[in-house]
């Protein structure tokens, strides 16, 4: 019996729309062209494309966009969960972000979803034991984009960072799939304990802008953080938690709210 060809192309829905929605810009716009197809058309993956426009963003006089890139591509060949997180975290952006329209806007402008694939990279050279290398990725990252994330902390796929201003996660925090946070959040310790020592985000969580969840605490599947809340302790699985110090203040109103991306305490305070 003959053997299904090992050439055949695997089906990519994702690459393939954002590389028709880079035809359709570049149409649209043609002075982004040079941009668009450097960026995009230029290259036979989502993980070169990526690989590309990280290296671009975090290029300094201390580390060549050369050497940048061939570190990425090593990260994504060597680590294929590594691409799979970018699709799940493009698709979270495009069904969760109403200012996002297409595929291709994460990966050319949204900083959150940039910051969010060199954490990536990083944290897989932080479990390479790179961890020199890796530290570089947080500073860059920390510098081009303002986002400081520990590349020993851990996060899931699915995520969709908006505006992503001043977003700190620290060393041992845990980020579940699907979690949604606006700007100013703050995953961090209460002190200087060398330890498990930051938050637990499970599966599904919204957390408003400028809220801080303190300490080795868990905050429970499909919760609801208030913009501008203190969590100092546990929050159960669906309920929303408001104020300084954060208190229970209600049901979480849905069941996916990192989802519905639903802020409104209307009827819950």
């Known amino acids: 019996m003959q053997q299904p060809s090992s050439n055949v192309a695997e089906i990519d829905p994702v690459w393939q729309r954002i590389s028709e929605e ?39 006089a201390e580390m060549s966009e050369q050497i940048l890139r061939e570190i990425a591509d090593e990260a994504y060949a060597s680590d294929k969960t590594l691409g799979d997180a970018a699709r799940a975290d493009i698709v979270a952006v495009f069904e969760r972000d109403p200012a996002c329209h297409r595929f291709l806007q994460p990966l050319l402008y949204f900083k959150g979803f940039q910051a969010v694939q060199a954490y990536r990279v990083g944290h897989w050279l932080w479990k390479e034991g790179r961890k020199d290398l890796a530290y570089f990725f947080q500073m ?55 330890d498990d020592r930051h938050p637990k985000i499970e599966d599904g969580v919204l957390i408003g802008a400028g809220a801080k969840v303190l300490g080795n605490i868990t905050v429970g599947h499909c919760s609801r953080v208030a913009a501008g809340s203190v969590v100092l302790e546990k929050v ?13 203040v209600g049901e979480a109103g849905c069941s996916q709210p990192s989802i519905t991306m639903d802020q409104l305490l209307s009827g819950q305070v």
Request: proline share 5%; charged share 20%; glycine share 12%.
């Open 22 to 60: 880079a035809r359709d810009a570049i149409a649209d716009e043609p002075l982004l062209g040079g941009m668009i197809h450097g960026t995009v058309l230029h290259h036979n993956s989502l993980e070169r494309a990526l690989s590309f426009r990280m290296s671009q963003k975090l290029a300094s």
């Open 140 to 194: 860059r990252v920390s510098e081009v984009f303002g986002i400081d994330v520990h590349p020993a902390a851990k996060i899931g796929r699915g995520i969709m960072i908006d505006h992503a201003h001043s977003i700190v996660i620290g060393e041992t925090a845990i980020v579940g799939d699907n979690v949604s946070m606006l700007h100013s959040v703050t995953l961090g310790g209460t002190g200087k304990e060398d």
């Open 236 to 248: 159960p699985p669906m309920k929303t938690v408001a104020g300084v110090p954060a208190k229970i």
